[in-house]
């Protein structure tokens, strides 16, 4: 089990969505993402596999959360910097987002 402590060590943040790409060397269909943490983080980049629920269009503007302090991981040619949450739903993978627009960095807590 997971201790309270051990939680408390993630930085999950949010940001909103400013570009989104497909990932054509992906080996799971995927889109590369751009996203503006505010000025504390600045703009990190993210590989996410949401192509099943969403367009890259609908994407843009979009804030969602995501742990911003993991170490960047390399996917084919692309440095993912963080990871982006969502639900495994039946459609696939749907984005865990604020209920109301926040600031860019706003912290979970």
């Known amino acids: 089990m997971a201790t309270f402590d051990d939680f408390?060590?993630?930085?999950?943040?949010?940001?909103?969505?400013?570009?989104?790409?497909?990932?054509?060397?992906?080996?799971?269909?995927?889109?590369?993402?751009?996203?503006?943490?505010?000025?504390?983080?600045?703009?990190?980049?993210?590989s996410a596999q949401i192509t099943e629920v969403y367009q890259c269009g609908d994407l843009?503007?979009?804030q969602v959360l995501a742990v911003v302090n993991f170490p960047p991981r390399q996917i084919a040619d692309f440095m993912s910097?963080?990871?982006?949450?969502?639900?495994?739903?039946?459609?696939?993978v749907v984005l865990?987002?604020?209920?109301?627009?926040?600031e860019n960095g706003d912290k979970l807590g």
């Open 8 to 46: 408390m060590k993630l930085d999950i943040r949010v940001g909103t969505i400013i570009e989104a790409k497909v990932f054509e060397k992906a080996k799971r269909p995927a889109y590369q993402l751009k996203i503006d943490f505010g000025d504390e983080i600045g703009i990190k980049k993210s």
């Open 60 to 62: 843009i503007g979009k």
């Open 81 to 92: 910097e963080v990871l982006v949450l969502g639900t495994y739903s039946k459609q696939g």
């Open 96 to 102: 865990i987002k604020p209920d109301e627009q926040v």
